[in-house]
């Protein structure tokens, strides 16, 4: 018995912080699903198991909701299991019956009921799906005395947060930690965490297929799950299937010597041009070496897909060198003498002096251009 495990789709998830990003985002969450079409007929596996989550919300626009359906439609020798989740939760004249009313691929299976399903012959599908955003019961309880027929291969199949495991689930749907066990489940596919997570030896998160936040799954991945016989240990192999990488990095700077490596190891990374990135530059510049590094930066944005520095951390210390470049003895310089003085300030808030320094910065960078264009 070999399958897809998979969950958290989110098709139709809005990316708005993105600008015209936003879009190519979008597109790549629907690419995923054609990723998982073809990684199922290369590996043989006659089903692909959707943990919940689907969609982003439980009431998509009408080109949303067939989307994905006519992308599981184009790969007809795989069968598509679907559960509702958290975000698309089923509910009288929602999203599925909307599904169901617009015809559904005969290959894609929406299991809204907690009622066994066959698998072929050698399987048996405990689906737990969600009717509401927030249960207030554990919906896998009921797998514990589900039926099944000697020798099935039982796969239970939910959305919601492992009881006493901490991770970041956004649902608060309770599941029992021991829940293959209790309910002897050969495999227990979830989904709600947004990254690949193991939790017992049959029970595991499959993540997103394709990364959609920082400090997060950082690449979207599917999990191949080969079960060789009822009471048999599943064998799990994850794989990838997202284009986009998802990263956060912390770096520490001093001097701007620090700003050769630190370039070197950004421009390092693979994979650059589909790189989203969350930098948090720390630590302490003169005005010279601040102003090189936005230079870096500006390079590095055009190299990665999207790049987003945060400077909070990071501080500026202008030397004698630095107000001399501004203005030698001048209105300017008088002007950079008193913003410098309130950055170091001790009396002065927090925000002034950032402030301060942010006004340093942009008064260096616009005295240094104005002399390059003179030149």
């Known amino acids: 018995m070999r399958f897809i495990h998979t969950a958290d789709w989110q098709i139709g998830k809005p990316f708005r912080n993105f600008g015209d990003k936003e879009s190519v985002l979008r597109q790549a969450r629907l690419d995923a699903v054609e990723a998982i079409g073809r990684l199922a007929v290369a590996e043989r596996a006659a089903h692909v198991l959707v943990a919940g989550d689907l969609y982003d919300n439980e009431a998509p626009a009408r080109k949303t909701l067939l989307e994905p359906m006519e992308r599981m439609r184009s790969f007809a020798a795989v069968s598509w299991h679907v559960i509702s989740g958290n975000h698309d939760f ?14 559904l691929p005969p290959n894609v299976h929406l299991h809204l009921a907690p009622e066994p399903a066959p698998l072929g012959e050698e399987a048996v599908l405990l689906p737990a799906p969600l009717r509401r955003k927030s249960e207030v019961n554990d919906l896998t309880d009921w797998m514990d005395a589900a039926p099944s027929a000697a020798g099935q291969i039982r796969i239970g199949l939910a959305h919601g947060s492992v009881q006493g495991f901490a991770a970041d689930g956004e649902a608060s749907n309770a599941i029992a930690a021991d829940r293959a066990k209790r309910a002897g489940l050969d495999y227990l596919a979830l989904g709600d965490w947004h990254r690949t997570l193991q939790i017992g030896p049959a029970t595991w998160y499959a993540g997103t297929p394709e990364a959609d936040r920082f400090n997060s799954q950082e690449l979207g991945q599917v999990l191949l799950v080969e079960i060789a016989a009822a009471g048999a240990p599943a064998t799990v192999t994850p794989h990838r299937t997202g284009a986009y990488r998802w990263l956060s990095q912390r770096e520490e700077v001093s001097a701007g010597t620090d700003l050769d490596s ?11 041009s589909s790189l989203l990135m969350r930098l948090d530059i720390r630590g302490t510049l003169d005005l010279t070496a601040r ?4 230079r870096r930066l500006a390079g590095l944005e055009a190299a990665m897909f999207w790049l987003q520095p945060d400077l909070d951390g990071l501080h500026v210390r202008p030397t004698l060198a630095d107000l001399e470049k501004i203005d030698f003895d001048g209105v300017l310089r008088e002007a950079a003498e008193k913003l410098r003085q309130q950055a170091e300030s001790e009396a002065a808030s927090l925000v002034e002096r950032r402030r301060a320094e942010e006004a340093l910065v942009q008064l260096f960078l616009l005295t240094r251009d104005s002399r390059g264009a003179a030149a």
């Open 291 to 294: 102003a090189d590094l936005a």
């Open 262 to 272: 630190l370039e070197a190891r950004l421009r390092a990374l693979p994979e650059m």
């Open 90 to 103: 089923h509910r009288g004249n929602g999203l599925w019956d909307r599904a169901r009313a617009e015809g």
